[in-house]
Each structure stands twice: as C-alpha cells, then as structure tokens.
C-alpha cells in the first residue's frame, strides 16, 4: 500500500508530460509543484513534531497551526504565479486541487488500514 500513499506525488510526476503535451504555461506546472511539494513536506515535518508530544493541546496546536499554515502557503504560491501570468496561476490551483482530491481520496481509502494496525499493535 505504500504506493498507495505517495499517489499523489506520481500523479504529480505523469502532470509534467502533460502540460508539456497540451502546452500548458510551465510557470503554472511549476508553481503548483512547487506549492504540493512544500505543504506535503511541511506536514510531514509538523506530524513528526505533534507525535513527539504528550500534551494533546500542543499537537492540535501543531496540527491546526499545519493545516492553515499550509493552505496560505500554496494560496500565495498559486498567487504569485497568477500575477506573473494569468493562465499559470489558473493551471497552478487546477494542478493542485487534482493533487489534493487524489491525495484526500488516498488517505480515506487508507484510514481504516491504518487504525486497524494501531490496534493489532496495542
């Protein structure tokens, strides 16, 4: 299932022969990449800080501080390259909202995978 996991980063990979194909502003390419890849790696980076602790006020801290922050993160990033180009910002926020449903629609599938052997371990 680990594939399973990651299918949003594949996706991300099989996007750039088709923006190339169906010419597509690689500025909008690049910036929707750029916007996945550091959300996905500032929540990975805060996951691993909210399991390091006890205190369940401080991970959802962590947890809700994440979840804006990282929004605003790829908000700004789709953005900027909308003010450069118009149609970058727009293939951008595309890019990333087909990103995020196959990402959501992943982890939902794995939810009940991932609770069933939290509870085989304790």
Wanted: hydrophobic fraction near 55%.
């Amino acid at each position: 299932m680990p594939i399973l996991r990651h299918l949003d980063l594949a996706m991300l990979a099989l996007a750039l022969p088709v923006f190339l194909v169906a010419g597509w502003p690689m500025l909008g390419y690049g910036a929707g990449a750029l916007a996945w890849i550091a959300q996905r790696a500032l929540q990975h980076w805060t996951t691993q800080k909210a399991g390091a602790t006890d205190d369940p006020r401080k991970v959802a801290g962590i947890m809700t501080g994440s979840l804006i922050g990282r929004g605003w993160l790829a908000a700004l990033i789709i953005f900027g390259a909308g003010m450069i180009e118009n149609d970058a910002g727009l293939a951008a926020a595309v890019l990333v909202i087909v990103l995020f449903t196959v990402y959501f629609t992943a982890s939902m599938i794995l939810r009940p995978f991932e609770r069933s052997v939290g509870r085989q371990a304790s």
